[in-house]
């Protein structure tokens, strides 16, 4: 396996391998199962420690440096992007907190050892999962029915089950989100007995995320607990929303480029290049997804030199919103540029198509990004202020 050095290593290896990533995802897709292949190699580059700081073996990435990463991973295969997000939104959260702010929240010591060791496994190639949603309720942390119980000196009861946790199988932990009365906590829960996986994944799009649902009834050590404090996820979901929202945006930044690039070598290789309606819809594209890029990256700027804002938090949502909206609308337009022919399975603009179609519907989702920069504009309190819980 490589050892990151740095984060540009980690964005050479990300472009070296969105071609290879690309000629497998045909096959993943029409198969909707997650790509093992892919997660292999993103191991042997060494990106599954993109987010570790050096001192534990990692390349210290900030956000700006993920953000370019994800991209130039969705180009070649969107769901494989995707599912590395989720994981890198796990490493990334635990990167970032400083150890000041993380004190004041009230951690306890043994939290700073659970972390540098889940992101030291992680530099070693271990993979995090994500199950937060559930059905019915969705991705929302208020509607959370996984319970969790303090088991005196042996950790907590966990029980519940989630939906479109992706990479379920795969991963060696999922960040659980349970609730114990009003309190919402995060738990680090290792794969194994006790977390067992049901086969649902049967979807349109980004069907090789492998997003099956995950069912747990398992006792979690005490350091699994995130941050050693109950209670802090819809706190961190509104001070630093990065992880929840704006990380997504720069996966389907690349997956709206991938439709674009496709599309391009359709129109050339069909030549189709004389159509004004087709050039026209390759211009539009291209500006678009060129404003997509550059507000998701400046988000990422603020993010990592400014955390926790409320300008910043602002381009987040900006971000989240732009990249959903940018991918559908982009890929349906390519989709038309190229014609009928494109709409064959196995062609990669139909694929892209309906993996572009996700970006919108994953939260937070654009009607939900909307609607906070509609509060926020006009003066309101986009956080507390809504009568439906935003998390």
Aim: glycine share 12%; net charge negative; with cysteine.
């Amino acid at each position: 396996m490589t050892s990151l050095t740095t984060p540009a290593d980690g964005l050479a290896a990300a472009v070296a391998l969105g071609p290879v990533l690309a000629e497998r995802a045909a096959d993943h897709d029409s198969a909707g199962v997650f790509p093992v292949a892919d997660f292999a190699d993103l191991r042997a580059a060494g990106l599954m420690g993109l987010m570790t700081p050096t001192r534990l073996g990692g390349a210290g990435a900030g956000f700006a440096q993920y953000a370019e990463v994800a991209m130039a991973l969705a180009e070649g295969n969107g769901a494989t992007a995707l599912v590395y997000n989720m994981h890198c939104s796990i490493t990334g959260a635990l990167a970032s907190l400083p150890d000041e702010v993380a004190r004041t929240l009230g951690v306890p010591d043994s939290y700073f050892a659970m972390r540098d060791r889940v992101l030291s496994d992680a530099a070693g190639g271990a993979f995090y999962a994500v199950a937060m949603s559930e059905r019915g309720s969705g991705s929302r942390l208020s509607g959370v029915t996984t319970t969790y119980e303090p088991q005196g000196g042996d950790g907590y009861l966990i029980r519940g089950s989630k939906t479109f946790c992706s990479g379920a199988g795969h991963a060696d932990g999922y960040l659980i989100a349970a609730r114990n009365g009003d309190l919402v906590s995060y738990f680090l829960v290792p794969a194994g007995p006790g977390v067992t996986v049901e086969e649902t994944w049967d979807s349109l799009g980004m069907r090789a995320t492998g997003s099956q649902d995950l069912h747990v009834d398992v006792v979690a050590p005490r350091d699994s607990l995130l941050g050693g404090v109950e209670g802090l996820t819809l706190l961190l979901a509104q001070v630093m929303p990065q992880w929840l929202v704006a990380s997504y945006a720069a996966v389907y930044v690349g997956v709206a480029q991938s439709a674009v690039d496709h599309a391009v070598r359709h129109v050339q290789d069909r030549g189709l290049g004389h159509l004004p309606a087709a050039r026209a819809r390759l211009g539009r594209a291209d500006a678009q997804v060129a404003a997509a890029r550059l507000v998701v990256l400046e988000a990422a700027r603020r993010i990592d030199s400014d955390p926790g804002t409320p300008q910043t938090n602002r381009w987040i949502w900006r971000a989240k919103l732009m990249a959903g909206e940018t991918a559908m609308e982009v890929a349906a337009s390519m989709l038309e540029a190229a014609g009928t022919s494109a709409t064959r399975k196995g062609h990669p603009l139909e694929r892209i198509f309906r993996d572009a179609r996700c970006g919108s519907l994953q939260p937070a989702t654009s009607d939900v990004c909307a609607d906070w920069l509609g509060m926020t504009a006009l003066g309101l309190d986009a956080d507390a202020g809504s009568a439906v819980p935003r998390w």
